[in-house]
């Protein structure tokens, strides 16, 4: 099935305005860079800091997760390996495919804006699915590796929603946080 969604992509959507596009849009998350931009912007503001904190324990968590732990240990090659037919847009991404490191981090990230009760998630959750299905559009991701990584990146961003609260309930407690 990871195979009919790749190619029929490829058969159906793929033309020079899209493909200039999706190189574009990738490249965002090439290392989680418009994420890492965004969590230094809101971790310098005082009252998005906190959100700023969530995302980057999310993001944080997503490289150990994602790429320390999953992907050596599942070891899973691309498609663009399995069926290199399908000529790159990009250059060759050197890990392993499961999951897909772009999607993670990018629900990682907007998720622990939506789970800090920011509005901000919803352009963020639009961006983290267009650089999901890039990946797909590329052919250097499985839609299964997408959709674990979304997964993967949406429990990520609860999680460091999560210990970013628990940390500014402890700095309120000790009286060291601004009101």
């Not at 190619?7 to 190189?23: A, F, Y």
């Not at 060759?92 to 772009?102: I, N, Q």
Request: glycine fraction near 10%.
């Amino acid at each position: 099935m990871d195979f009919a969604i790749l190619d029929w992509i490829q058969e159906n959507l793929r033309c020079g305005i899209l493909d200039s596009i999706m190189k574009a849009i990738t490249s965002l998350g090439d290392g989680g860079k418009i994420w890492v931009i965004c969590t230094v912007v809101l971790l310098l503001i005082p009252r998005t800091r906190k959100a700023g904190l969530a995302m980057a324990l999310a993001l944080a968590l997503n490289v150990l997760f994602c790429n320390v732990l999953l992907k050596p240990l599942v070891a899973r090659p691309r498609p663009c390996d399995v069926n290199p037919a399908v000529q790159l847009l990009i250059e060759r991404p050197l890990d392993y495919s499961f999951p897909s490191g772009h999607t993670a981090s990018s629900f990682a990230a907007a998720f622990a804006l939506y789970f800090s009760g920011k509005k901000l998630w919803i352009p963020a959750t639009i961006l983290a699915g267009l650089i999901g299905f890039s990946r797909l559009y590329l052919y250097v991701h499985y839609p299964s590796d997408v959709l674990a990584g979304a997964l993967i990146g949406v429990m990520l961003g609860w999680l460091g929603a999560a210990l970013a609260k628990g940390a500014a309930l402890r700095l309120v407690g000790r009286g060291l946080a601004g009101h």
